[in-house]
């Protein structure tokens, strides 16, 4: 019988490669060819270089295509009808007709595309569009698009605003995630002509980039500009790092659009610009004198990792019990601060295949530094377990704090604090590229001054653009990811 059950579960195990193999193998087509053709429509010819969809967002959308055949004689496409889907030929022909009094008929077959239009606006369709031979099309819905990487134009702008916080120098430091987070931060500003948008002798509070139009810097006291700022130009940029006066003026030439990027906003999410620049310095200084090179994972002030001695820790009382050992409640001998530390049993983990995704999950620790995630405060070691020295939160599970003999939830200003706590939390995460996978009222903890924070990173993984992996509680998956699709940004904040 164990026999029988253990065939059972590796026949289960191998179908489920398989499935992740095929989707894989798919998704791989679909990206090569998503690639050459939305290279073609939205290459530097037709539109600014700084205007192309990135690799990494062309393969969130292979994941959004759907694969359509017709028969020959098929309409596909309607003259007048509003558009809103972008075709790619696979394979066959299609035939374009009705596209105007001195417009030809034209064939175009696999590896051309159609109603490209339909991504950028609403208009109505140019011409109709019929099957020709048998023919098999992948098609790409605009709400589709628009709920994966939002509308079109907002996809392109951001794609020039991270582009352009590249060549920014005092951010050179950022990561790929970072400057992401950065550019989702920035908001449009419509400035009037003659309109100063930084004045000299100010106190900087905002850096700029210019959307549209021209301004002019100028110096009070001086009759000639010093620089005319076109777009795509940025200025104000140390206000991010210091509260020194401006030492100019910039001026509107025309009516104008700016992105319009906030200290407070910046520091709120990625913390002071300066420990920015340090982290860089930390970690070539590291590189230098021998190290591994890895700042993140040897503390510093971006992380949570302390110099506490296990020795100086003494037990105070038990908290429970997991799935590789127990979690007790210490408290530091000299500073009467309190911890809760996780032990687990380095035989119990091997036995379970578990090692790398233990590493895995300290690493992630490690890597998260917020207020809204648990700290881990140290890791120790010796020939039988492995520590976790965690903070400590007294409050109790948020599910608890939800569900109680007395009452079912709590009133609404409360779950909105409680939902915000959360948001920020995985904020952090993502823009270090980390998806939870397990969020649920039973994985946030309530600390002493009724703040709650995310826990257990047991499934949290560094995802780059996809996976497939299907974890996390049954009860609070997402459903796309019960439908075995690849998971998709917006199901990390489903529970």
Same mark, same amino acid.
């Not at 060819?33 to 969809?53: E, G, R």
């Not at 890895?294 to 105070?316: M, T, Y």
């Not at 377990?385 to 109790?396: A, D, H, I, K, T």
């Given at each position: 019988?164990?026999?029988?059950?253990?065939?059972?579960?590796?026949?289960?195990?191998?179908?489920?490669?398989?499935?992740?193999?095929?989707?894989?193998?798919?998704?791989?087509?679909?990206?090569?060819?998503?690639?050459?053709?939305?290279?073609?429509?939205?290459?530097?010819?037709?539109?600014?270089?700084?205007?192309?969809?990135?690799?990494?967002?062309?393969?969130?959308?292979?994941?959004?295509?759907?694969?359509?055949?017709?028969?020959?004689?098929?309409?596909?496409?309607?003259?007048?009808?509003?558009?809103?889907?972008?075709?790619?030929?696979?394979?066959?022909?299609?035939?374009?007709?009705?596209?105007?009094?001195?417009?030809?008929?034209?064939?175009?077959?696999?590896?051309?595309?159609?109603?490209?239009?339909?991504?950028?606006?609403?208009?109505?369709?140019?011409?109709?569009?019929?099957?020709?031979?048998?023919?098999?099309?992948?098609?790409?819905?605009?709400?589709?698009?628009?709920?994966?990487?939002?509308?079109?134009?907002?996809?392109?702008?951001?794609?020039?605003? @991270?582009?352009?916080?590249?060549?920014?120098? !005092? &951010?050179?430091? %950022? $990561? =790929?995630?970072?400057?992401?987070? *950065?550019?989702?931060?920035?908001?449009?500003?419509?400035?009037?002509?003659?309109?100063?948008?930084?004045?000299?002798?100010?106190?900087?509070?905002?850096?700029?980039?210019?959307?549209?139009?021209?301004?002019?810097?100028?110096?009070?006291?001086?009759?000639?500009?010093?620089?005319?700022?076109?777009?795509?130009?940025?200025?104000?940029?140390?206000?991010?790092?210091?509260?020194?006066?401006?030492?100019?003026?910039?001026?509107?030439?025309?009516?104008?659009?700016?992105?319009? @990027?906030?200290?407070?906003?910046?520091?709120? !999410? &990625?913390?002071? %610009? $300066? =420990?920015?620049?340090?982290?860089? *310095?930390?970690?070539?200084?590291?590189?230098?004198?021998?190290?591994?090179?890895?700042?993140?994972?040897?503390?510093?002030?971006?992380?949570?990792?302390?110099?506490?001695?296990?020795?100086?820790?003494?037990?105070?009382?038990?908290?429970?019990?997991?799935?590789?050992?127990?979690?007790?409640?210490?408290?530091?001998?000299?500073?009467?601060?309190?911890?809760?530390?996780?032990?687990?049993?380095?035989?119990?983990?091997?036995?379970?295949?578990?090692?790398?995704?233990?590493?895995?999950?300290?690493?992630?620790?490690?890597?998260?530094?917020?207020?809204?995630?648990?700290?881990?405060?140290?890791?120790?070691?010796?020939?039988?377990?492995?520590?976790?020295?965690?903070?400590?939160?007294?409050?109790?599970?948020?599910?608890?704090?939800?569900?109680?003999?007395?009452?079912?939830?709590?009133?609404?200003?409360?779950?909105?604090?409680?939902?915000?706590?959360?948001?920020?939390?995985?904020?952090?995460?993502?823009?270090?590229?980390?998806?939870?996978?397990?969020?649920?009222?039973?994985?946030?903890?309530?600390?002493?001054?009724?703040?709650?924070?995310?826990?257990?990173?047991?499934?949290?993984?560094?995802?780059?653009?996809?996976?497939?992996?299907?974890?996390?509680?049954?009860?609070?998956?997402?459903?796309?990811?019960?439908?075995?699709?690849?998971?998709?940004?917006?199901?990390?904040?489903?529970?």
């Amino acid at each position: 019988m164990r026999c029988f059950a253990s065939l059972c579960v590796a026949l289960l195990h191998f179908a489920s490669l398989c499935f992740t193999l095929l989707h894989f193998a798919s998704s791989i087509v679909v990206v090569v060819v998503l690639v050459n053709v939305l290279v073609i429509v939205f290459h530097p010819t037709h539109t600014p270089p700084h205007s192309q969809i990135e690799p990494a967002q062309l393969e969130l959308l292979a994941g959004a295509v759907q694969m359509v055949t017709y028969a020959p004689g098929d309409v596909i496409i309607n003259k007048g009808d509003v558009g809103n889907i972008f075709y790619m030929i696979k394979s066959g022909t299609v035939k374009c007709t009705d596209m105007g009094s001195n417009s030809k008929d034209q064939k175009i077959s696999s590896g051309d595309y159609f109603g490209e239009k339909a991504l950028l606006t609403g208009d109505k369709r140019a011409a109709t569009v019929t099957a020709d031979t048998a023919v098999t099309v992948m098609a790409l819905d605009r709400v589709d698009f628009d709920g994966i990487l939002g509308p079109m134009s907002d996809v392109l702008n951001n794609n020039l605003n @991270l582009r352009i916080l590249k060549s920014v120098p !005092i &951010l050179s430091n %950022l $990561s =790929d995630s970072e400057r992401a987070a *950065v550019a989702n931060m920035m908001v449009v500003r419509d400035v009037k002509k003659g309109v100063a948008i930084i004045k000299q002798g100010d106190v900087g509070e905002c850096m700029y980039i210019l959307k549209s139009g021209s301004c002019v810097a100028t110096k009070d006291g001086e009759k000639e500009p010093l620089k005319t700022l076109n777009q795509g130009e940025f200025f104000g940029e140390m206000a991010l790092l210091n509260n020194e006066a401006r030492v100019c003026n910039i001026v509107a030439q025309a009516d104008c659009s700016v992105y319009e @990027l906030d200290k407070k906003g910046f520091q709120r !999410i &990625l913390g002071k %610009l $300066s =420990d920015i620049m340090k982290r860089t *310095v930390d970690k070539r200084k590291n590189e230098n004198e021998g190290g591994d090179g890895d700042a993140d994972a040897q503390g510093g002030e971006h992380n949570s990792l302390r110099d506490i001695k296990f020795g100086d820790l003494k037990e105070i009382c038990f908290l429970g019990s997991g799935t590789f050992g127990r979690v007790t409640l210490l408290q530091h001998k000299k500073n009467q601060e309190v911890f809760a530390l996780k032990k687990m049993s380095k035989a119990q983990i091997v036995a379970n295949h578990q090692e790398a995704n233990v590493m895995s999950e300290k690493n992630i620790m490690v890597q998260c530094n917020s207020p809204f995630i648990l700290k881990l405060v140290n890791t120790y070691v010796d020939t039988k377990s492995l520590y976790f020295l965690m903070e400590f939160c007294q409050g109790g599970e948020l599910f608890t704090v939800l569900h109680t003999e007395e009452y079912d939830g709590v009133p609404e200003p409360q779950a909105k604090f409680y939902a915000v706590c959360v948001l920020l939390g995985l904020q952090h995460m993502a823009t270090k590229e980390i998806a939870y996978r397990d969020l649920k009222p039973e994985n946030a903890m309530v600390d002493s001054t009724g703040y709650c924070k995310i826990i257990d990173m047991g499934f949290a993984k560094v995802v780059k653009h996809k996976t497939y992996t299907l974890c996390g509680t049954p009860e609070y998956l997402a459903p796309g990811e019960l439908a075995k699709r690849s998971e998709a940004k917006r199901a990390r904040y489903y529970g």
